[in-house]
Structure formats: C-alpha cells, structure tokens
C-alpha cells in the first residue's frame, strides 16, 4: 500500500508534465485502481475514483490504441466496475499483443482464477512465475485456491506460505483455511485472529467483500467454511 501513495503523486505529476503521455495515463488509472483494490480509500469515494480512473485509462488508448499497458488498465477499471466479461477481453487483449510480458499473462491467469477457471488460468499463472519469480506474490493466491478446491490441502498450504504480503488480511486468510483443511485448528485460529487484527470487521463483511471483488460465487462458501472451522463467527452462516 505505501507503494501506491508514493506513486500516486508521481503519475498525476507526469500527466501534468506531458498530457499527451499515453503510459502516463494509463499508470494513474491502475494506481486509482490499486486504492480500491487493497481498500486505502473509504467505500464512499470508490464510485467517483472509479469514473476518474474509467477516464484515465480510455485516454490512454486515444492516445495510444494499440499499446497493451492501456489495455491493461482498462481491464483491471473494469473488473472492479463488476464488467467480469469485458474486462477478461481486454486482459486478453493486453496479452496479445504483448505475450512476452510474465505480468500481463499473471494479470489475464488471476482473472481466470477469480472466475473459477482453473485450466486456463493455472498453466499461466506457472508459466508466469516460470519466466519471472519476483512477480508479486498476490497471484499465488489462485494457483492456492486451485489445489484448495481440489481437495490438495499440502500444495495449498504450500502456495498460501509463499505469499509475502503480510498486511493482507486475506494473506491470512488463506492461510487459515489450509490449516484448517489440514486440521492444524490451533494454526489456523491464530491466522484467523492476524486476519482480524488487520480487518476488525472481517466476519461480517468477508462475504460480501468476496463477492465484490468478483471471485466466483461457488468458490466462495469453500472460503467461509474453511474461515469458520478456524473460529471465525460469520453472522448468517449455520
């Protein structure tokens, strides 16, 4: 997260500096994007970020149609604007026009992976981290919910340690609910309680704020059912 502010100032600057930028506008997009993604800014200010990023991202493709970075950023306005579909073309797009680049076949691998996707969506993720390891290790989180609703509970396990984002509420929850399947409870309440230092209100608004994020309904109660075996009192559930 402290990354995003510090580049936040930086694009609007280089946007100042050279409104004919196209990559310039296109990094403002995904840093407005990033602030709604790790839940910086309050709920309240998403849906006019989301407009200002919706703009960014669109002048960065009039000004340069055929750049796969405008494509990008168009792809990840989009998924947040709930345009599962839409934004699943333009990561393609992304791709195509650029499959050298390990982060845009991550990018277009993750959204497969929200969608329940596994076999599109895993040989990119490997094929990504084959080509470049130090890709953020956010995008582990899918290949971690491959095994997990495979009933692979070790390569789970295994997937959910790599993931260094240790601010990440859902870091930890990940991890709980491998520990849980693993019947390690003692383990996985201790990550269930990480989780909640860092959201307080995890248990009410878990739900709601994986469906918002656009994961697959059906991987969702995998989730809670994992979250709840580790002590986690989810309201509505049972």
Known sequence: TREVFYFAPVSERAVELDPGYAAAHAALAIVKIEQIRWRIVAPAEWPPLLDSALGSAKRALELAPGDPFGFQALHHVQWLNGQVEQSIA?????YALNPNDPQLKADLGFRYGMRADWARAAPLLQQAYAEDPQLSSIYRSMLMLEHYTAGRYEQ???????????????????LAISYAKLGLRDQAS????????????????????????????ELVPAILD?????GLQIPGRR
């Not at 789970?156 to 990940?174: C, P």
């Not at 994992?226 to 580790?230: C, F, K, W």
């Open 90 to 94: 333009l990561a393609e797009r992304a």
């Open 156 to 174: 789970a396990f295994a997937e959910a340690r790599k993931i260094d984002l240790a601010d990440f509420s859902y870091t930890h929850v990940l």
């Open 190 to 217: 201790a990550s269930v309680r990480r989780a909640l230092a860092l959201e307080p209100r995890l248990a009410e608004r878990v739900q709601a704020d994986l469906l918002g994020r656009n994961i697959h309904p």
């Open 226 to 230: 994992g979250l709840e075996t580790g």
